[in-house]
Structures are given as structure tokens and as C-alpha cells.
T-cell receptor
Framework: EAQVTQNPRYLITVTGKKLTVTCSQNMNHEYMSWYRQDPGLGLRQIYYSMNVEVTDKGDVPEGYKVSRKEKRNFPLILESPSPNQTSLYFC???????????FGPGTRLTVL | GIQVEQSPPDLILQEGANSTLRCNFSDSVNNLQWFHQNPWGQLINLFYIPSGTKQNGRLSATTVATERYSLLYISSSQTTDSGVYFCASDKAAGNKLTFGGGTRVLVKP
């Protein structure tokens, strides 16, 4: 089944403890992206990747890192999480830089 | 950047009713998508529709790119249609979707 998967789905952590949210797609998509969703602010793009080893900042990249070493994986790294990064995170992918984006199931992160 | 506005913000429907959701965008776009966010938070792709009309079961969408709006039609609504409907569009390279504020739909039995 064609899909975007994220892990973990739920995470409660403490300030400063490094964490990684994984994202994987099995559709051979070139383009991958991370969004966060917050009440009153909607969905905003954090980082995106046009292809392997090609990444760029979205609207709200501060406090996040990404890497794209393989086409299928696009992990989101929080080196030192803070409470303002408590949010619902979505990974998305599309075949090319234009076209339908498919979203993962979301990761609900709480930073205490 | 591009602005995306949706209306109405909230919609309460009786099961079986039809409805129209509207999305206005401020500039010409490469991409226009409609999503349904279900009560569990999952974002479900409904349509990729930068122009023209598409139909999928009880749902259909029309985008008039020259007039910068898109419409989502829900016919014979069911309780499972409840949730938030988002439209999202992008203009520039990078496929960065800008989301509208959403329309929260509640379908009552």
C-alpha cells in the first residue's frame, strides 16, 4: 500500500532532550516536506526537500533540523526541544515539486 | 506570500443536505488541493485541482484559476463527513502549501 508513515505517533518529552521524528514514504517520491499544525495558526511548513541531499527552509525552521540521505526517508530532528515546539507534526511527499502532496498520519508532540 | 481564505468558517448540516465550501486565493497558483482532517487529526487528500472540475463519489470540486477561487461540493452529507476541510495552494517552486483557515463541518444525524 502506498503511504507515508511517521514514528512515533505520540510523544511526551522534556525540554532539552534531543528527539527525532521519522518519516518514510514508499512511493519513490522526490519531494518531501514537514509541517506543523497549531491552533489559530493553521499548518505551516518547517522544511522541505526536493531530492536526496537537497533540503531548504520553510516558514518556521527555527529549532529544527532535517536530513535527506535516502530518497524514502526524511527525519525531523529537534536538537533541544522547547515547550513552544509542542504541536501536531505532519510529513508529506509528492512525486515532484508540483503535484498532489500525500500526508502522513501525524505525530503529536508535547514538550514539558 | 500567497493568501488563502476559506468560507464559511463553520457549517452545521443535517444528514442528507448538500453544501458548498469556498476557497479564495490571492495569486495564480501551481497547485490547489482540498483536504479533509478527520476527528483523529489525519489529513486525507480529497482533490488535486489547480483548474477545472473533478468528482469523487459525493464530493466534487471546481477551481476557476482565472478568478482565483475553488469550490468544494458535498452532496447528500453523512455524519462521516464531519471534520475540518482545508484548501491549500502554492505559487512558487518548492511546493510549499499555504493552507487556508479551514471550514469546520458538523453533520448531524
Amino acid at each position: 500500500e502506498a503511504q507515508v508513515t511517521q514514528n512515533p505517533r505520540y510523544l511526551i518529552t522534556v525540554t532539552g532532550k534531543k528527539l527525532t521524528v521519522t518519516c518514510s514514504q514508499n512511493m519513490n517520491h522526490e519531494y518531501m516536506s514537514w509541517y506543523r499544525q497549531d491552533p489559530g495558526l493553521g499548518l505551516r511548513q518547517i522544511y522541505y526537500s526536493m531530492n536526496v541531499e537537497v533540503t531548504d527552509k520553510g516558514d518556521v525552521p527555527e529549532g529544527y533540523k532535517v536530513s535527506r540521505k535516502e530518497k524514502r526517508n526524511f527525519p525531523l530532528i529537534l536538537e533541544s526541544p522547547s515547550p513552544n515546539q509542542t504541536s501536531l507534526y505532519f510529513c508529506a511527499s509528492s512525486l515532484k515539486w508540483v503535484g498532489t502532496q500525500y500526508f502522513g498520519p501525524g505525530t503529536r508532540l508535547t514538550v514539558l | 506570500g500567497i493568501q488563502v481564505e476559506q468560507s464559511p468558517p463553520d457549517l452545521i448540516l443535517q444528514e442528507g443536505a448538500n453544501s458548498t465550501l469556498r476557497c479564495n486565493f490571492s495569486d495564480s497558483v501551481n497547485n490547489l488541493q482540498w483536504f479533509h482532517q478527520n476527528p483523529w487529526g489525519q489529513l486525507i487528500n480529497l482533490f488535486y485541482i489547480p483548474s477545472g472540475t473533478k468528482q469523487n463519489g459525493r464530493l466534487s470540486a471546481t477551481t476557476v484559476a482565472t478568478e482565483r477561487y475553488s469550490l468544494l461540493y458535498i452532496s447528500s452529507s453523512q455524519t462521516t463527513d464531519s471534520g475540518v476541510y482545508f484548501c491549500a495552494s502554492d505559487k512558487a517552486a518548492g511546493n510549499k502549501l499555504t493552507f487556508g483557515g479551514g471550514t469546520r463541518v458538523l453533520v448531524k444525524p
